[in-house]
């Protein structure tokens, strides 16, 4: 199938499409259990991932494993088969996917055409397999070599005042991955490296030392099996 002839999955994109349109999608199914595993099924024949992935998946978030990109999921030494939730297993199979979008692709669509996809539509497309620049007199995405985009990327950093640049990082990275990208910024000149955690835990870290005291938790893992009920004040769990 050419790929850049391939129509996204669920719209059209023409000028009668919206984003109200893309919201009519309603899921009419259970929150958890079986509708998960419906919902995981389904992804996984869309995402057409590689023979592989169900046994990353049975190392998912598990000691000598590696880490879901999608939340704080622990890593529990008393483990189940399966230690990850809907939306983490969603986000590994995509990792995985075989689909590939090619410079062809992007020759046949304007960054422009682009920008009315939905998120799910371009993610559907495949991975890159060639670096790409933006051409703003076509509007297109067009290929690059790597000598030239690290050139470009290099310019662009060299011109910035290291001291209004900030290299976010992230916590769920791996140490390795860590290092090198604190060293990157270093040797840029930054020693700014905030991660996730100061987004995703400010409101509890400022809410608990007003509540309890002290500005992070008072629990263990251990509390959670033998306790009752669990509840949450001022922080949405489940979508943090």
């Known amino acids: 199938m050419d790929q ?79 230690e990850f939730c809907e939306n983490g297993a969603k986000a590994t199979l995509w990792e995985l996917t075989s689909k590939r979008c090619t410079p062809d692709f992007f020759a046949e669509h304007t960054v422009t055409e682009l920008r009315q996809w939905s998120d799910f539509d371009l993610e559907n497309q495949g991975r890159l397999t060639h670096p790409m620049r933006y051409d703003a007199t076509t509007d297109h995405y067009v290929p690059c070599a790597w000598d030239e985009a690290f050139a470009e990327i290099g310019r662009e950093l060299r011109a910035l005042d290291k001291k209004s640049t900030i290299f976010y990082a992230s916590g ?23 991660d996730s955690s100061n987004m995703c835990h400010e409101t509890t870290s400022v809410a608990l030392k007003e509540t309890i005291g002290v500005p992070v938790g008072t629990t263990v893992f251990e509390d959670i099996a033998l306790c009752d009920a669990m ?7 489940g979508t943090n």
């Open 4 to 82: 850049s002839k391939a129509e996204p999955s669920r719209h059209n994109h023409d000028e009668t499409d919206t984003h109200a349109q893309n919201l009519e999608l309603e899921y009419a199914g259970s929150s958890g259990g079986w509708g998960s595993l419906r919902g995981i099924a389904d992804i996984f024949g869309t995402s057409r991932s590689t023979p592989a992935v169900t046994e990353t998946l049975m190392s998912q978030n598990k000691p000598g494993g590696f880490m879901c990109v999608s939340c704080a999921w622990s890593k529990p030494a008393d483990h189940h088969a399966i």
């Open 172 to 194: 769920r990275a791996s140490l390795e991955t860590s290092y090198l990208y604190a060293l990157f910024a270093r040797l840029y000149g930054n020693n700014n490296l905030p």
């Open 231 to 237: 509840f949450f004040f001022g922080q949405n769990t």
